[in-house]
C-alpha cells in the first residue's frame, strides 16, 4: 500500500506564505498524478493543484498565480508553495496520488490525512 504523510500546515497572515510536504512512502511501484485538494468548513473537498506524471500542472483559478506545485520524484515528495495567502485559503489540506502499489495491481487513488491552513485577517 501507499502512505502519504502531510506536513507544513499552520495558522499564517494574510499575505504570508507557507509550503506544504506530501510524502509518498511504502510499497510504490508507479505514481502518476498528484494533488492537492482542500476543504473548507461546510463546503466540498476541491482541487487546488494538480500534477501528472508529464508534469503538466491544473490549479484552481482561485489561486492561479499564487500557488505553485512541483514535486521531487528522487523522494517521492510533492510540494504545494502557497504564497500570498487570503482567509479564504482556510481550509484542510489533502494530498493525493494516483498510483500503483504492485506492478500487477491497478491504479489506485490514494489520499493524506489531512492538514490545516488558516490565514488570519
Known amino acids: 500500500q501507499v502512505q502519504l504523510v502531510e506536513s507544513g500546515g499552520g495558522l499564517v497572515q494574510a499575505g504570508g506564505s507557507l509550503r506544504l510536504s506530501c510524502a509518498a512512502t511504502g510499497s510504490i511501484f508507479q505514481i502518476n498524478a498528484m494533488a492537492w485538494y482542500r476543504q473548507a468548513p461546510g463546503k466540498q473537498r476541491e482541487l487546488v493543484a494538480a500534477?501528472?506524471?508529464?508534469?503538466?500542472?491544473n490549479y484552481a483559478d482561485s489561486v492561479k498565480g499564487r500557488f505553485t506545485i512541483y514535486r521531487d520524484n528522487v523522494r517521492n515528495t510533492v510540494y504545494l508553495q502557497m504564497n500570498s495567502l487570503k482567509p479564504e485559503d482556510t481550509a484542510v489540506y489533502y494530498c493525493?496520488?494516483?498510483?500503483?502499489?504492485?506492478?500487477?495491481?491497478?491504479?489506485?487513488?490514494?489520499w493524506g490525512q489531512g492538514t490545516q491552513v488558516t490565514v488570519s485577517s
Open positions: 500534477l501528472t506524471s508529464g508534469d503538466s500542472t
Open positions: 493525493n496520488a494516483d498510483a500503483r502499489s504492485r506492478s500487477y495491481l491497478p491504479r489506485k487513488e490514494y
